[in-house]
């Protein structure tokens, strides 16, 4: 089967209840989806999973949850005001707008970032581009933030956040005082970010509102080195760096010590760039659809010495999953400037106040994470003559799904429902009993449910159950009163025959 197009899987996702399109009774809203039942569970699964790994499992990172609106100084002094813009072209006739950088790419097939106004004007002239048959009549900037006001009437103009990371930097001070934070430390945060996009597109992969999870990770601005990159030096990424664009040479894959070896990368963005992949690869997204790209001087942004994005390879082409820059001390220098406060730390080892560094700053948007996780996951097996949703047990949406063999058996029905009604107290499970035990298995592949739970005749009897693997079809035999433990295990990564006896394969 050929892979999977964006729209195929955007009418999967509606199609199961993953995704739908918001208002879509009304005729729905450009850039804006609503997550259904199935979908809010993989997404929160998905923003569990981020923090339990980059927050709860470590001692150098603690969380905040900042307001979506804030002081719009805030976004004045971070360069927002003047910088997050995109070009955007207009057409003569009907007044269509458009993303040049998109229009630029699908036109000519080049890779337009960062490609000025000019030379967006030359390329069009050049190749005399039209859409959609007509001329193109102006080219300027068009600022991506959300206006609003705050307080009655027309009240004082402010800005829905169009990423979290600055709430990180105003709040910087207190953090590091209540949390007793030492170098180096990160902030993360998980929230909404709100980019009023031109020409939204691709499903969730370019929205207008979306979530971010999002770290800045401080260092000593004098101490280069990261004393964490033994846990990563064997660890293989696909490198793309800058030179090996600029001379057409092709992404190689490599150990990050022979990265460093080269002085390709820095030892900060190389521990990142690991870490955020392994996050990916250890909950089942395949390694061989990563590579890591280092931004074009042309590329970066305002505020950024370096940057490397961990690129995804989408049905569309490779594209930016997650952003990974070096801020230096721009964010705090800029606030401390604007808002008159001094947000320096002070140093035990020089005792004195300094402006830590932001070395790298992962930054994810959750439903690009989600879209990965459900690329890499679908699969259609010929031999069910069906779709099976392989996602890692700690995403999956439904984690249990319980059956009485037969519907029309009193004994099997009140059986299965108690059981049903143990194990809810402690995992999302979902009760079926309508339709043939094999359309009901069909259904939990569908929508990715690890495990299935048949109560049968010899459950009456000897008081256990069957319980059916979704990716392997084995079924083992599993006492009742063992359940809830069972599943545990398996959902901390016990394989599954290692369970219980297996009965059938």
Known sequence: MEKLSIEDMAVFCKRKGFVYPNSEIYGGFSGFWDFGHLGVELKNNIKNEWWNYHVTQREDIVGIDGSIITHPKVWEASGHVANFTDLMLTTKKTKTKIR??????????????????EEINKLIKKHKLKHNGEDIEELKDFNLMFETSVGPDKGQTAFLRPETAQLIFTDF??????????????????????????????FLFRCREFDMMEIEYFVHPDKDECPLIREVLNYELNFYSAEMQEKGK???????????????????????LAV??????????????????QHLKKEKSHYALDTWDLEYNFPFGWKELEGIANRTDFDLQQH???SGKDLRIYDEETKDKIIPHVIAEPSLGVERAFLVF????????????????????????????????VSNKPQLTKKAIEVYSNLKKYFNVFYDESGSIGRRYARQDEIGTPLCITIDFDSIKKNDVTIRDRNSTKQIRV??????????????????EKLGKTILK
């Open 100 to 117: 040049a950088d998109q229009f630029i790419e699908e036109k000519l097939n080049i890779a337009a970032d960062g490609l000025t106004s």
């Open 479 to 496: 006492k009742i009163k063992d359940l809830g433990h069972k599943i545990w295990e398996y959902m901390n990564g016990v394989k599954f």
């Open 276 to 293: 955020e992949q392994k996050w990916f690869t250890d909950l089942g997204a395949k390694s061989e659809n990563f590579r890591v790209r």
């Open 374 to 405: 459900m690329f890499d996951a679908y699969v259609y097996d010929k031999k069910r003559n069906n779709v099976v949703l392989k996602l890692n047990p700690k995403l999956a949406p439904v984690k249990v799904a319980v059956f009485p063999l």
């Open 336 to 338: 401390m400037q604007a």
């Open 173 to 202: 001070r207190l953090v590091v005082d209540n949390a007793r934070l030492k170098l180096p430390f990160g902030i993360a945060q998980i929230g909404k970010g709100f980019r009023n996009e031109i020409s939204p597109r691709d």
């Open 250 to 272: 092709k992404p190689l894959i490599m150990k990050v010590k022979d990265a460093l070896r080269r002085n390709m990368i820095s030892e900060w963005h190389a521990y990142w």
